[in-house]
């Protein structure tokens, strides 16, 4: 303060002090009380078998699991993005046909539950018996057994992409909106074709709006992938009810696939932090979100921050 | 050279244009030739900024033509028939025509530079090098030379004005047309943009503007044209037009305005 050397005002004298926070004094001891606790009962209750739970992380069978998991995760996601793309890209469609079957697909996927749409695909020969391609109402030029065809790992990849796919479309159609129209209108007016302009103009700045809840999907794709062990998928939750049917050691096993599940997930939102940082650049409303924040978000990932846009609501049903 | 000896660069006959059952632009007709600059007068909801979209096919005409350089704007004739034509088609007629917007439009996940040499890259297939080198001067001439490497957002809006200039002006355009180009600007800010556009058409450039600045129009314009309801009420000089309309439609706008 240049003035108040020359003359110090009586003003400085005065301390300021800020409201007393009594209630945060409280839920700060009541946290710390159940956090002792829980700690205590981790470290000293024996039913816990730390030794069994820290010997099965490397086990071969969990590890064959885990990488099931993990293809299931890339594969069910790729799957989900191109569906969700073109179902964006269908529902904005000026042919009304064209987007009311894509609003079709999206409440059908959207409205009934996953593990119910799993199921469906594994049993899917009890309505489908054989599978032909030909010309329809005309001849016949393949069939299969709808059994041969429709593998398990296929049936899990359907029913997991499929219905990734409607939530992706969502998600995709809520960027494709946040771009103002004033960009095309802008790109357009300097001779860029409508491919030029999806590509350069409207995808880059869409993409800032797609990735964060495409982040979320994902993390939440890696939990979610532990349904298809109902139809018998060796993934990661499969492979341990395996183990523990034979040994009965149901708490550690089930505590080292969460051990698993919890360090892969901290690794994606890791990934998640710095793709949301590189699609924002530019923006000065970008969210300097901490790393901490950031993981924090992979454990509890549907209490992240909804799209700008807003109207489109992520949420699912738990199954 | 007089502007009136000069060669037609646009002409419009019978433009029509409708929203649903809204009709828009009922009937214009209009000529601008190389080098004038016309100003499009009028109040909001008088159709001139849809007439301005309608110029490079932003807008989709019900009926009339507008050429530009001679050529249909998004339409190809075939007797007594107008034929909309392909994307990249339209694509390629729209890149002889500069337009500015009053939201300036740039793109915000590109730099300043970018912004500019996006659409020489793009579409003309001009070399980087080239490009970038014809950018900074663009963005010499318009003041910003220093700003070539910030983002949009961190620019005030006068100067995401003069960047949206430069960037119409490095497509070479024939034509330039702005949309109420200092209405989205803080009062103090309006300046620096209509100075960039005073210099413009000192150069001769050949340039529409829909706009609400009456001084601009009377220093700079060759032609004003007062529109109302979809027609153009007036259209002459600005001595004439602003100092001694001829409509009661236009005194009565003028004597609000001014």
């Not at chain 1, 793309?85 to 539950?113: D, I, K, Q």
């Not at chain 1, 357009?188 to 350069?200: D, E, I, N, V």
């Not at chain 1, 096993?253 to 940082?277: F, M």
Request: proline share 5%; net charge neutral.
């Amino acid at each position: 303060m240049p003035g108040s050397e020359a003359a110090p005002s009586p003003a400085a004298a005065i301390r300021v002090v800020p409201v007393r926070h009594y209630g945060q004094w409280v839920a700060t001891a009541l946290v710390l009380l159940v956090a002792g606790l829980i700690a205590v009962s981790l470290l000293t209750n024996p039913r816990y078998q730390w030794d069994l739970v820290f010997s099965y992380v490397f086990n071969a069978q969990i590890l064959a699991g885990l990488a099931t998991t993990m293809w299931l995760t890339v594969i069910a996601m790729v799957l989900g993005v191109v569906i969700g793309v073109v179902m964006a890209l269908a529902r904005e469609s000026s042919n009304v046909v064209v987007s009311t079957a894509a609003s079709a697909y999206v409440a059908f996927f959207r409205g009934t539950p996953l593990l119910v749409q799993l199921i469906f695909w594994f049993n899917l020969a009890a309505l489908y018996p054989v599978v032909s391609i030909g010309i329809p109402f005309g001849p016949t030029l393949f069939t299969e057994s709808t059994n041969v065809l429709i593998t398990p790992f296929l049936a899990a990849v359907l029913g997991l992409g499929l219905n990734e796919g409607a939530y992706m479309s969502e998600i995709v159609r809520a960027g494709l909106q946040s771009v103002d129209s004033g960009q095309t209108d802008a790109a357009h007016a300097l001779g860029m074709k409508k491919s030029q302009t999806f590509r350069r103009i409207v995808l880059p700045q869409a993409m800032r709006v797609i990735i964060p809840p495409t982040g979320n999907e994902t993390i939440s794709m890696l939990k979610t992938t532990s349904l298809v062990s109902v139809i018998a998928i060796p993934e990661l939750l499969w492979q341990a009810q395996a183990i523990y049917s034979r040994t009965y050691q149901v708490v550690p096993l089930l505590i080292t696939v969460s051990l698993w599940y919890l360090l892969l997930t901290t690794v994606l939102s890791i990934g998640q932090y710095y793709l949301e940082r590189h699609v924002t650049r530019g923006d000065s409303r970008r969210t300097d979100r901490t790393l901490l924040g950031m993981i924090a978000r992979g454990i509890v990932p549907r209490h992240a921050p909804v799209a700008p846009a807003g109207e489109t609501s992520t949420e699912r049903t738990s199954p | 050279m007089t502007i009136e000896s000069a060669p037609v660069l646009v002409e419009a006959r019978g433009v029509h244009k409708a929203y649903g059952s809204n009709l828009v632009v009922r009937g214009i007709d209009m000529t601008v030739r190389t080098g004038e600059v016309m100003c499009l007068l009028g109040p909001s909801g008088s159709g001139k900024s849809t007439f301005l979209r309608c110029i490079n096919h932003l807008e989709k005409i019900d009926a009339g033509t507008i050429s530009v350089a001679g050529e249909l704007v998004g339409y190809r004739r075939q007797g007594d028939r107008l034929h909309e034509l392909r994307d990249a088609e339209i694509a390629s007629r729209r890149s002889d025509i500069g337009m500015v917007f009053q939201s300036f439009n740039l793109f915000p996940h590109m730099t300043v530079l970018e912004n500019l040499v996006e659409a020489p890259i793009r579409v003309r297939r001009e070399s980087p090098t080239s490009a970038r080198a014809r950018a900074r001067e663009l963005l010499d001439a318009v003041g910003l030379a220093e700003k070539a490497d910030a983002y949009p957002r961190s620019l005030s809006g006068g100067q995401q004005q003069r960047v949206a200039i430069a960037r119409a002006l490095a497509m070479r355009p024939k034509l330039m047309l702005f949309d109420e180009p200092t209405s989205a600007l803080d009062p103090e800010l309006v300046g620096e943009v209509l100075d960039v556009m005073r210099g413009l058409a000192d150069d001769g450039m050949t340039m529409i503007v829909v706009t609400h600045e009456i001084g601009f129009a009377r220093e700079v314009a060759d032609t004003v044209t007062f529109m109302d309801e979809g027609v153009v009420v007036e259209s002459g000089p600005p001595t004439q037009v602003l100092r001694a309309p001829q409509h009661e439609r236009t005194r009565s706008f003028l004597a609000k305005v001014l």
